[in-house]
């Protein structure tokens, strides 16, 4: 069945530094990745949603770009902030948005 | 600002109850989820609608019913709730793949 595979557990960073969160994902069908951002005591908010294929989406300072040949949509940010500590999950839909598959989830907490 | 609220915000009921966690939302959204969200497992989609009349089965059905009486209107049912439904519940309401969420119910089953 479809599934989504991510970084798992957590990720401590120091602020200023590149991230990456790694998103692979399989499924028999075409489909759309997102990622949601999470922060604590907070409903899961869209952070991106994929484009077509090797397209790159940007929103806040993130990029992900979508790769159908690795099945990949690996969420980066080229200098990480205090306020981007949070959960990350990456997600999969069908076409119709009905159905979604999340990730585990990652915890990005950065440090001064 | 795309509106979801959940009802009951927090819930403690006993093994064998009925438990009801109701959602609601003003978007005029079609689609609808519901989803638990446990540590180690992330978000699990339990039902979804795609409109008033409809449900249908997520990844994690069992234990769970749900119902749709109106675009506006998405409840979750535990007929027999046990510990194992313990969680923090999320309603989203979704409009091509950017979901709304809820605040969220926290269930506990004692």
């Known amino acids: 069945g479809d599934s989504v595979t991510q970084t798992e557990g957590l990720v401590t960073l120091t602020e200023g530094l590149p991230v990456m969160l790694n998103c692979t994902y399989q499924?028999?069908?075409?489909?759309?990745l997102f990622w949601y951002v999470q922060h604590l005591n907070e409903a899961p908010k869209l952070l991106l949603k994929s484009s077509t294929d090797n397209k790159r989406t940007e929103h806040q300072g993130f990029h992900a770009t979508l790769h159908k040949s690795s099945s990949s949509f690996h969420l980066q940010k080229s200098s990480v902030q205090l306020s981007d500590s949070a959960l990350y999950y990456c997600?999969?839909?069908?076409?119709?948005?009905?159905?979604?598959?999340f990730g585990k989830g990652t915890s990005l907490t950065v440090i001064p | 600002e795309a509106a979801v609220t959940q009802s009951p915000r927090n819930k403690v009921a006993v093994t064998g109850g009925k438990v009801t966690l109701s959602c609601n939302q003003t978007n005029n959204h079609n689609n609808m989820y519901w989803y638990r969200q446990d540590t180690g497992h992330g978000l699990r989609l339990i039902h979804y609608?795609?409109?008033?009349?409809?449900?249908e089965k997520g990844d994690i059905p069992d234990g769970y019913k749900a119902s749709r009486p109106s675009q506006e209107n998405f409840s979750l049912i535990l007929e027999l709730a046990t510990p194992s439904q313990t969680s923090v519940y999320f309603c989203?309401?979704?409009?091509?793949?950017?979901?709304?969420f809820g605040p969220g119910t926290r269930l506990t089953v004692l």
């Open positions: 499924t028999a069908y075409s489909t759309f």
């Open positions: 997600a999969l839909s069908d076409r119709g948005y009905q159905n979604f598959y």
């Open positions: 609608s795609y409109g008033a009349g409809s449900t």
């Open positions: 989203a309401s979704g409009d091509r793949g950017e979901q709304y």
